[in-house]
């Protein structure tokens, strides 16, 4: 046998090993929104765990993984097969709760799990009208007027009463985005337009209820739009575009953003809002149920009161069922449970805040750690059970289901130093847009008070004044 056969049979040999052991693997669908901070947990899970293990996420959108998690309404199937495509699901928005009973009703138990806050905005690409101070101001009213069709374009009388500066062409035509298939951006933005300005005989162009939900009947003057990254290129390629997106994919693009008028009636921006402002349209949990495997379609936190509350505040949930048996690998079972337990721990949520993601407060942290421990592995003595090694445990510490912060991947730490280096150069570059900014403003003011009457007259004087004195 020559040295190249030799090497070929030893790679066979390694591949085959891998393939074996590779066989540790864990896969979730649903919502766009947390797909960075699932996709950078994963990754920091993989590099500390020592056996190998795989651990996906496919971002399609909240109805997507909803269906996927539950078996329902099926393509290819044509109705509901009950059956999980996924090993673990994620949305912006709870389940619903007629199927949460019907589930229940086929012995299938699951449990939601919040575990972070995020927000939604409006975004407009208008020429010439800048973000923040002197941007855009709109009510919900006129965002739903605009979503169904009523008002058509930017140089409305009733835009312009709170927009008095704002300068576009007349007839200015509005090109309006939207989403396409079950999204929680749509599902958060028509629960918005509902709450602060709903329809009824007092205000029959008000926001209709049976036009709230995650997928709905739009006007035909509008444009799919479906996806963020198309989203943003319908914002971007089209001027005088309006659209929906998450907050902080809309900042990372450099969008424009509404300013929004909250439950006080006062204009802001996400941005303006900020951390407070999110986390203070989640302080009423009234609605909370009392368990991670009950009821949360009435928990909301659109419109709420404050002078700084942002008023579209979405929570993000992971779906998971209570009996994990359909997934074969026993070891797979216990790594999910770890892995939803890691999006309760500073040490890897606290990763995602560079992703506009927030951590609920600690009573919904609270309730869906108790709804991890509902959920039943199936692990007979705990012989694969995941620990997390934090401080240095010696010998222990390098056992097959230990997922040790000690151990860590050059890649992902050099990654994490370069992206700290790049917010703290985005900040810089952001200072320096608003003093060329606050520079311009300034020129502009003085080559205007050049051309005042009084200046005119002056200077004509004193040129007249020197010619004589030749």
């Known amino acids: 046998m020559n040295l190249r056969s030799a090497a070929s049979l030893l790679l066979i040999g390694a591949t085959t090993i891998v393939a074996q052991d590779s066989s540790i693997s864990l896969n979730g669908s649903g919502t766009t929104n947390p797909s960075k901070c699932f996709w950078h947990i994963m990754d920091k899970l993989m590099e500390q765990i020592k056996v190998p293990a795989r651990l996906t996420y496919r971002a399609v959108g909240s109805g997507t993984g909803i269906q996927e998690f539950l078996g329902k309404d099926i393509p290819e199937e044509g109705s509901n097969t009950y059956t999980p495509y996924n090993d673990f699901g994620s949305g912006d928005i709870p389940i619903d709760g007629a199927d949460l009973e019907a589930w229940n009703a086929q012995g299938i138990e699951f449990v939601q799990l919040p575990f972070v806050l995020s927000a939604v905005s409006f975004f407009h690409s208008i020429p010439g009208v800048p973000n923040g101070d002197g941007g855009l101001n709109m ?17 409305h009388e009733d835009i312009k009463k709170i927009n008095p500066n704002l300068n576009v062409n007349a007839d200015s035509k509005i090109f309006v985005g939207r989403r396409v298939l079950g999204s929680s951006s749509t599902y958060s933005i028509t629960n918005y337009l509902h709450a602060q300005c709903p329809r009824n ?13 995650s997928t709905v009947e739009w006007y035909e003057g509008t444009n799919e739009c479906d996806g963020s990254g198309a989203m943003t ?9 309006i659209g929906y997106i998450d907050s902080a994919h809309g900042h990372e693009e450099d969008l424009n953003e509404i300013k929004l008028s909250n439950g006080d009636g006062i204009f802001l921006t996400a941005k303006e809002a900020g951390v407070n402002g999110i986390q203070a349209a989640a302080s009423d949990l009234s609605a909370v149920p009392d368990s991670a495997d009950g009821d949360f379609s009435t928990m909301a936190f659109y419109n709420k009161p404050g002078p700084n509350t942002w008023p579209i505040t979405l929570v993000s949930y992971v779906y998971i069922r209570k009996d994990l048996s359909f997934i074969s690998n026993v070891a797979a079972r216990t790594l999910l449970k770890a892995f939803a337990t890691a999006l309760f721990d500073e040490e890897y949520i606290g990763l995602c805040g560079r ?3 927030i951590p609920v407060p600690s009573d919904l942290r609270e309730l869906s750690l108790a709804g991890i421990d509902l959920v039943d592995a ?8 995941w620990t997390f090694e934090v401080d240095t445990i010696p010998g222990a510490g390098q056992g097959d289901f230990v997922i040790s912060q000690k151990r860590e991947s050059f890649t992902l730490y050099e990654a994490d130093r370069l992206a700290d280096d790049v917010a703290s150069m985005q900040e810089e570059v952001r200072l320096l847009k608003l003093e060329m900014a606050s520079m311009r403003a300034s020129v502009a003011e003085s080559a205007a008070g050049m051309f005042e009457p009084s200046f005119v007259l002056g200077l004509g ?3 007249a004044t020197m010619f004589f004195a030749f």
Request: aromatic share 10%.
């Open 461 to 463: 004087a004193a040129v």
């Open 378 to 385: 199936a692990d007979d003595g705990d012989a694969n059970k």
């Open 355 to 357: 992703y506009g993601l």
């Open 201 to 213: 005989e007092e205000n029959p162009k008000g926001w209709p209820a049976d036009k709230v939900g």
């Open 139 to 155: 009510t919900a009213c006129l965002l739903a007027r605009v979503f169904d069709g009523d008002i058509t374009t930017w140089d």
């Open 233 to 241: 290129d319908c914002l971007v390629e089209n001027a005088y575009a």
